[in-house]
């Protein structure tokens, strides 16, 4: 063997040492548990996964308008006006006042408006029709406004409350179903990578066959049995495949980094997964039900489904709120109170009823010394309501929308999973094919090396049926990567990928049965 034949060799030979697929394994010890490990790490998923929190946080927003809230103002004022009249003792009106006010005010799913509120102001002023000076005036009021028409009701109230619930669990399925979505991407890699692994090792096996080949040509043609043609035909084989070797390899190393990009780089130096799938074993025939029930049992578990459901239930959602948006706003308002008054005689006063310190007039509203009510009616309506009519409008066509993207999604789903039926049968007739071909094209090989031995055949024709022989093989690695690649897509597409680990989702996140 020439020089640089093994320089080459010896360069291939520590490029493999530096791969995966000469090192020992490492954990994860499985496919479930490299799957496991895809869904605690990739940060595309968790950047999903936050949208759960996210909608969460929207909720209590939404919530938070029925909230009680607590108000309170305090304020001072000092004004003197000037007056000219025979009545008045003064030439202008003065006046001082301290007022505050604090309470809680309420909206009510139903549409319901309280206001509760404590006022108390103190007044010194000029005005001598007023036998107190100060005075301190206090009240006790309660306000109500409810809608009778357009607001009105628990379900157009709370309408915005319900869109963000449903944000929330659409968060939680999408969340969902890019875990799915990761986990096929995961399989579809590592049933790729395993093949790749089977497929280095058969170029390795071709390579020790041209030099095996090398070896002997060179016996012979030092004998002078053989012509140099003969010698340069095995060197040459021997050299595209060392080529086929290290593309082979590159293969390798290319798919290892596709899948520990999925894992976020976690995966060790020189992990090992070619025994996450067994390519050496009898490929067993898998018994798929019957179409129409695989693709009614799709239906119930696909999470796209579901979510599209949900967005049916928000367009619902908003048409009835927009339709009692096109209703009059007709309000019923009622206001009832309670108030008390205390201060200081004048000097020129006689004895008041209601002298006495500012406390007193907090004692006079609860004795009930004055009350005022009322109830009125408001009623408005934006002539020709064009604002209400086009959101309904709106809703509607948004309804439509939905469904026919329902729709769309369900016809991609039969149409999805017919395919993936086909795939997965043809794939396992496939698989009988090239493991019949591996067979016989290792029958052939066998008889040619005889006949090469025997002095019947030439190096032409030995390196031809090792090359169909190689081929063989590779086709057989290259049906099973395809076959299990149909299985993980069959298993997406009907919903059951991750219960087909035994993976079940909380939050997203993979935890065990």
């Known amino acids: 063997m020439n020089r640089s034949v093994i320089s080459l060799c010896l360069i291939i030979f520590l490029f493999l040492c530096t791969t995966p697929v000469s090192a020992k394994q490492q954990s994860p010890q499985n496919l479930r548990e490299l799957i496991l490990l895809g869904l605690e790490t990739n940060l595309g998923l968790q950047a999903v996964q936050l949208n759960i929190p996210i909608s969460q946080a929207s909720i209590t927003v939404e919530d938070a308008v029925f909230d009680a809230e607590f108000f309170a103002s305090a304020g001072y004022s000092d004004v003197s006006t000037p007056i000219s009249s025979t009545l008045s003792l003064t030439d202008s009106s003065d006046s001082q006042q301290l007022s505050g006010n604090l309470g809680f005010r309420k909206k009510l799913k139903t549409g319901l408006s309280a206001a509760f509120s404590l006022n108390t102001e103190w007044v010194d002023d000029n005005n001598i029709s007023d036998d107190l000076s100060p005075r301190y005036r206090t009240s006790l009021s309660v306000d109500l406004v409810q809608p009778l028409m357009r607001g009105a009701g628990t379900a157009v109230n709370s309408t915005s409350l319900q869109l963000s619930r449903n944000t929330n669990r659409q968060a939680s399925l999408e969340s969902q179903f890019e875990a799915q979505i990761l986990a096929l991407q995961i399989e579809a890699i590592v049933s790729r990578l395993v093949g790749v692994t089977e497929i280095v090792q058969l170029r390795l096996a071709a390579q020790n066959l041209a030099e095996e080949l090398v070896t002997a040509n060179q016996h ?48 060790p ?11 050496t074993a009898e490929v067993v025939s898998r018994q798929l039900p019957a179409f129409e029930p695989l693709y009614a049992a799709a239906l119930q578990k696909r999470l796209d489904l579901k979510v599209s459901d949900i967005d049916i239930d928000g367009a619902d959602l908003r048409r009835e709120f927009y339709r009692n948006q096109l209703k009059p706003q007709l309000d019923l308002k009622f206001q009832a109170g309670i108030n008390g008054l205390s201060g200081e005689e004048r000097s020129s006063a006689g004895n008041s009823y209601y002298t006495g310190e500012w406390t007193d007039s907090f004692v006079g509203a609860a004795e009930t010394d004055g009350y005022q009510w009322g109830v009125a009616i408001d009623l408005s309506l934006p002539l020709g309501n064009r604002a209400a009519k086009a959101r309904l409008r709106q809703a509607e066509l948004q309804k439509r929308q939905v469904g026919y993207r329902k729709q769309t999604l369900e016809a991609t789903l039969k149409t999805e999973l017919r395919q993936r039926r086909i795939n997965l049968l043809h794939a396992l007739e496939q698989v009988k094919i090239a493991e019949e071909f591996e067979r016989l094209a290792e029958i052939s090989l066998n008889q040619e090396q005889r006949r090469l031995d025997e002095g019947l055949s030439d190096t032409f024709r030995l390196l031809s049926f090792q090359d169909k022989m190689i081929n063989a093989k590779i086709g057989r690695v290259d049906a099973l990567v395809q076959y299990y690649g149909s299985i993980a897509q069959m298993n997406f597409y009907r919903g059951i990928i991750l219960e087909q680990h035994q993976i079940y989702l909380e939050n997203g996140k993979g935890v065990s049965p």
Not at 226 to 251: C, K
Not at 255 to 263: A, D, I, P, T, Y
Not at 269 to 279: A, M
């Open 269 to 279: 130096e020189g992990f090992d997964v070619s025994e996450f799938y067994d390519f």
């Open 220 to 267: 012979r043609f030092d004998a002078g049995v053989i012509p140099v043609s003969e010698l340069q035909e095995a060197q040459t084989a021997l050299a595209d495949r060392l080529l086929n070797v290290s593309l082979s390899v590159q293969d390798n190393h290319w798919q290892f980094e596709e899948l520990n990009q999925l894992l976020e780089h976690k995966l």
